[in-house]
């Protein structure tokens, strides 16, 4: 974010959720507890609230997504609020018309909250400089920037099965370099006061020096993991490497795919996750993906709740409710 621009309110509530970057700590953990509470046993019926009765929140989605879509969708809806999604690729800015004219006619449509992914750098920024006063923009993903949603929903996953953070070593491995759900997950895991994270990649999917100030850079997964409490597996982002048709997937598999054996080098009760989609027999097994180490489904049921807790979160933090 640009520094004259403020995603938080007078009152240091969320406007807008667009980074998890210089988040106050206590606001994460706020958010993480009231996901806690929207969260239901396998087979119960999923809570549901009345905190967005009347609101329209609308997705804009210019990239493919599955669970945070479907996930922001549910939520909208368990809270009460109308929930529209707009097919971006098939709307009229595939004819010229400038995503901020399509913000202006959906606003003009009385939708409070825009969730918006996007392939650009700063048009989550740019819309919320543009909405009305009362109108809130929420990020689904932001390039390679930024999925702030995803990182709170890890975090959250985290502390659920490792019971908080203090302790822990998190390895992530994979693209990096190319990963928005990395980006998110270091500010959310750095604001936690994780005990030490790890970044595994190969040469061309490591960050710049510039970027993850703090974590270990480790070019073996198999000396990376040793001993990780949390491991999180990443697909390689092939929509944003110029020429990785070219990438030698049996070859990645073998140099850094998490298979059992590899597993067993992480600390015994370790917990394996994936943001998804999971690309099995490349960056991870089956038979990791669905062994007792995975969380990736918690994953999964902890992104509704968290989507649920960032709209009510700014749902109460407008003020608007219906009367
Ligand atoms: N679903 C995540 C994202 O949108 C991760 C991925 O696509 O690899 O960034």
Known sequence: MTQDFSQLDRNGRLRHLITLDGLDPGLIRELLDRAQGYLCLPGQLPPRGGDLRGWTIANLFAEPSTRTRASFELAA????????????????????????????????????????RDAEPGILELVARHVDDHVCVISGGEAHISHPTQGLLDALTIQQSKGGFRDLVVAIVGDIRHSRVARSAYRALTALGVAELRIIAPEEMMPDTGEFTGAIRCRSIDAGIEGADVVMMLRIQRERIAGSATTDLRHYHEQYGLTAARLARADASAVVMHPGPMNRGVEISSEVADGPQSVIRRQVSNGVAIRMAVLAHVAEARGRRMP
């Open 77 to 116: 809806l368990r809270l009460g609020a109308d929930s529209l999604n707009l097919d971006v690729m098939l709307s009229s800015r595939v004819k010229g018309e400038s995503i901020l004219d399509t913000i202006y006619t959906l606003q003009a449509m009385q939708v409070d909250v825009f969730v918006i």
